[in-house]
């Protein structure tokens, strides 16, 4: 079974692994209402009761099909935790130019929007999604604070912020952040090295992961690092007695951070197979001789 990782600051716990709907609509199998409850309700037999949505996942209408479930289901409510993100406005009829609205109009709006469209009455956290150059803190933190206050939303936070943009929207708001969500991988360490971690170490905060199998790349290796990476989990995989997947998952949890990843596959053996990764914990040597292989350098 996942487990549960604790937020202190903000009474509230999430499963250690979080499903993500960026890929719903790219299922093999489709994304009808019963392809979707088929996934929710695995996810919950494993202990993922978290589900990681954006307003334009699926061309703006993932979080809809999963609404959809929702409203049929009424019971899964009060089992899932929700995350959403806003802030990405794509090019279309309405815009020609991609942009990112930080306004407090547009949150309020991307919030209300959300909750029509997942048909639920309040969402657990809700992300900007990308830091917007034009974003005004003071602004962002009197909406967030007014959305708390209507039960829209339970807890703010922010994804792909660096240190630094983290921390001036966090001095304008009341409460504390709730994470900031970043891209973190095998071949994509950055965030351990350049303050991102830190950070959240400082703050008591835990960072959720995107993209931690490197979009597939530790599957399916292309390049030299890549191909010399895969072998290595493989090595500590056939000794250990796990899967690839395992090793990898299983990697992310030795980080004092206690990082949260986001799962993307739609393959419900995978899904399987990464809610195990907990029963194989990596020795300190067997973590730094995969970090060092992925860099192509050992520890200074």
């Given at each position: 079974?996942?487990?549960?990782?604790?937020?202190?600051?903000?009474?509230?716990?999430?499963?250690?692994?979080?499903?993500?709907?960026?890929?719903?609509?790219?299922?093999?199998?489709?994304?009808?209402?019963?392809?979707?409850?088929?996934?929710?309700?695995?996810?919950?037999?494993?202990?993922?009761?978290?589900?990681?949505?954006?307003?334009?996942?699926?061309?703006?209408?993932?979080?809809?099909?999963?609404?959809?479930?929702?409203?049929?289901?009424?019971?899964?409510?009060?089992?899932?935790?929700?995350?959403?993100?806003?802030?990405?406005?794509?090019?279309?009829?309405?815009?020609?130019?991609?942009?990112y609205n930080t306004s407090k109009e547009h949150i309020?709006?991307?919030?209300?929007?959300?909750?029509?469209?997942?048909?639920?009455?309040?969402?657990?956290?809700?992300?900007?999604?990308?830091?917007?150059?034009?974003?005004?803190?003071?602004?962002?933190?009197?909406?967030f604070d007014s959305l708390v206050l209507e039960g829209?939303?339970?807890?703010?936070?922010?994804?792909?912020?660096?240190?630094?943009?983290?921390?001036?929207?966090?001095?304008?708001?009341?409460?504390?952040?709730?994470?900031?969500?970043?891209?973190?991988?095998?071949?994509?360490?950055?965030?351990?090295?350049?303050?991102?971690f830190d950070q959240m170490i400082e703050s008591g905060?835990?960072?959720?992961?995107?993209?931690?199998?490197?979009?597939?790349?530790?599957?399916?290796?292309?390049?030299?690092?890549?191909?010399?990476?895969?072998?290595?989990?493989?090595?500590?995989?056939?000794?250990?007695?796990?899967?690839?997947?395992?090793?990898?998952?299983?990697?992310?949890?030795?980080?004092?951070?206690?990082?949260?990843?986001?799962?993307?596959?739609?393959?419900?053996?995978?899904?399987?197979?990464?809610?195990?990764?907990?029963?194989?914990?990596?020795?300190?040597?067997?973590?730094?001789?995969?970090?060092?292989?992925?860099?192509?350098?050992?520890?200074?």
């Amino acid at each position: 079974m996942v487990p549960q990782i604790n937020f202190p600051k903000h009474n509230l716990s999430i499963s250690r692994l979080v499903y993500g709907i960026w890929r719903l609509h790219e299922d093999k199998h489709g994304f009808g209402e019963d392809r979707i409850y088929e996934k929710i309700n695995l996810c919950l037999e494993l202990g993922i009761d978290t589900f990681d949505h954006a307003d334009i996942y699926g061309d703006f209408e993932n979080e809809e099909r999963f609404g959809k479930v929702l409203k049929k289901h009424p019971d899964l409510k009060n089992k899932i935790k929700i995350i959403t993100k806003c802030g990405i406005q794509v090019p279309g009829a309405k815009y020609p130019t991609k942009h990112y609205n930080t306004s407090k109009e547009h949150i309020r709006y991307s919030v209300e929007r959300s909750l029509r469209k997942l048909q639920v009455d309040s969402l657990d956290v809700v992300l900007i999604h990308r830091p917007d150059p034009l974003m005004d803190p003071t602004e962002m933190a009197e909406v967030f604070d007014s959305l708390v206050l209507e039960g829209k939303v339970k807890h703010f936070g922010v994804s792909n912020f660096t240190p630094t943009q983290f921390q001036m929207v966090q001095s304008k708001c009341k409460r504390p952040l709730f994470t900031n969500q970043v891209e973190f991988h095998l071949f994509y360490t950055e965030p351990m090295f350049d303050g991102t971690f830190d950070q959240m170490i400082e703050s008591g905060i835990h960072p959720m992961v995107w993209s931690p199998t490197a979009g597939g790349k530790v599957f399916s290796p292309q390049t030299e690092t890549e191909i010399k990476t895969s072998n290595k989990i493989q090595e500590i995989a056939k000794r250990l007695g796990a899967s690839i997947d395992q090793i990898v998952y299983s990697w992310f949890l030795n980080h004092p951070a206690g990082l949260v990843p986001i799962l993307g596959t739609n393959d419900l053996e995978r899904i399987k197979s990464a809610a195990a990764c907990f029963s194989y914990p990596l020795t300190r040597v067997d973590w730094f001789a995969i970090l060092e292989v992925a860099r192509g350098k050992e520890v200074a």
